[in-house]
């Protein structure tokens, strides 16, 4: 429910009164099945996990905003208060079966029932004073009061004589967070004509306290931080303008990365929390520019993005002889983030052949933890393509294709420094004929080198669609839609993290046929 409340109190004062309010519920029954294999190819571990659950949750907000403007142009004061609870419970049972096959003595199985019970609620209240100082200047002053509590209840029980009545006080706890944060800011802005900026400085003080009210363990932070930022953008015309951007930005860990209770959903990847969790620090520059010519119909842009976060939330992860891990978040110094992206549109012959010509890249570095020793990964990756579109006024035809390059790096496993390479090739042809006819097709050729054994696929994926429009309007179409006409819906591919490389491969949707009416 969302409903909106806009009144004008009188010629310079406006107020805005916003309540929201949602209930969502849910049913999950999840199977996952996990086999691990030596280096001959012969099982070693075997896990199957069934986590079944019921929530509902409650999400309700208030969001009040006052504006009160005066008689001299410019001079603004603004009062703002948002209020937030939500309210989420959830039971469910856990049942899980491990199968080690050269230490059956090892084998286990877990029959468990959870219950979770999460409470939040945020007080936030923020008000600003506007003062014009000449003709292209003014200057704001800023002050921001936030209260957050945040409450998880987790109890556990293991299935006992017929009922879930053995209580297990190391996988249940009570856990509380609150946070009192105040910041106070002033924001100088310059506007004129084609130039505009800023300038912005922010003090916030957060007061933490992480209670264990099991335990009744308290951990206390009281953490200060300066936050600049800064804006110019330069646009000498409306088809043309260069923009950069300095922020600086510092997030909370959240409770379940607080919560210092295993997570046992998963037997193969137990998860803990880590009540010594530090906001983190963050500085990102961005820049972009784009230019178009309307005339023409040509443009281009161009832009990049870097950040260096400090006291970053990265995995501390260790592993048992089988390869079952345990993960946990803890604070790191150093990561950083780096890309950079660019393109055009060149007609060829007015409007009817284009190239789109396409390049980006970029540099990561970050930091984690595996058995207890630092593991750096730097990872960069290259991207460039291009696109020919013919366009007439009945008939679209598009073919191109594009070749990424990555290179990862980890200083503790040599298994990620290998580099691999993706081409891409894809072409689309459009057909509008008489009488509200319409032929569409599109494919793509992907080939993927340097994988594992067996991941270095190359498969090529053909749809089509012909549609026919009804009603003066053509408002009713009626399609008939042919999904992977050769039935080979396969995607493959690496992900690179911190503490793994993964080949994988997916068939999701394969070869379909589907009737659609649109109106």
């Known amino acids: 429910i969302n409903l909106s409340l806009d009144s004008q109190l009188d010629s310079l004062t406006n107020l805005v009164v916003k309540p929201t309010f949602r209930v969502d519920q849910a049913v999950t029954d999840n199977n996952t099945f996990t086999q691990y294999l030596n280096e001959s190819s012969t099982p070693t571990l075997e896990t199957f996990a069934n986590n079944k659950n019921k929530s509902v949750g409650l999400d309700g907000a208030l969001t009040v905003g006052l504006i009160r403007k005066f008689m001299k142009p410019r001079r603004q004061i603004n009062v703002d208060y948002y209020f937030n609870y939500k309210d989420n419970k959830s039971n469910g049972n856990l049942l899980t079966h491990t199968n080690v096959q050269m230490y059956p003595m090892l084998n286990d199985t877990v029959d468990q029932s959870k219950k979770n019970y999460n409470d939040e609620m945020t007080n936030n209240f923020f008000v600003s004073y506007t003062e014009p100082f000449g003709q292209y200047l003014k200057g704001s002053l800023m002050y921001n009061y936030k209260i957050e509590n945040l409450d998880q209840d987790r109890t556990t029980n293991d299935y006992v004589n017929g009922e879930y009545s053995g209580f297990r006080a190391d996988l249940s706890n009570i856990f509380e967070t609150n946070r009192n944060e105040h910041k106070a800011g002033f924001k100088l802005q310059f506007d004129k004509a084609k130039h505009t900026a800023f300038a912005r400085v922010d003090v916030r003080n957060v007061d933490i306290n992480n209670i264990n009210l099991v335990t009744s363990n308290s951990i206390h932070q009281n953490i200060t ?34 919560q210092p209770v295993q997570d046992n959903s998963n037997p193969n990847r137990l998860r803990e929390g880590n009540p010594d969790l530090r906001p983190n620090y963050m500085h990102s520059v961005n820049a972009w520019f784009n230019n178009w010519s309307p005339l023409k119909g040509s443009f281009f842009w161009a832009g990049l993005n870097a950040a260096l976060d400090n006291n970053a939330f990265a995995s501390s992860t260790s592993y048992d002889q089988f390869g079952r891990m345990i ?43 595996i058995n207890g020793e630092k593991n750096v990964t730097d990872n960069l990756n290259l991207s460039g393509g291009g696109e020919f579109r013919f366009q007439w006024d009945s008939l679209e035809f598009n073919i191109g294709g594009r070749y990424t390059w990555n290179n990862p790096k980890s200083s503790l496993s040599t298994a990620s420094n290998t580099p691999y390479g993706v081409q891409v090739y894809t072409a689309r042809f459009l057909w509008r004929l008489p009488l509200g006819f319409q032929i569409k097709t599109d494919a793509s050729y992907t080939m993927n080198s340097q994988l594992a054994e067996g991941y270095n696929l190359n498969y090529f994926i053909w749809n089509a669609e012909v549609s026919k429009a009804f009603l003066k309007t053509e408002n009713l179409i009626v399609s008939l839609i042919g999904n992977d006409i050769l039935n080979q819906n396969i995607n493959a591919g690496r992900t690179v993290t911190g503490n793994m490389v993964v080949d994988n491969r997916t068939r999701v949707i394969s070869r379909y046929f589907l009737l659609k009416l649109t109106y």
């Open 327 to 369: 993960t946990q978040t803890v604070n790191v110094d150093g990561n950083f983030y780096g890309n950079f992206y660019g393109g055009a549109g060149i007609p060829i012959k007015g409007k009817t052949i284009q190239i789109h010509p396409n390049v980006n890249g970029g540099y990561n570095h970050y930091s984690n933890f």
């Open 225 to 258: 931080n300066v936050l600049p930022s800064a804006r110019y953008q330069f646009k000498p015309s409306m088809s043309r303008s260069f923009t950069i951007t300095y922020n600086t930005n510092s997030n909370q860990p959240s409770i379940n990365d607080l």
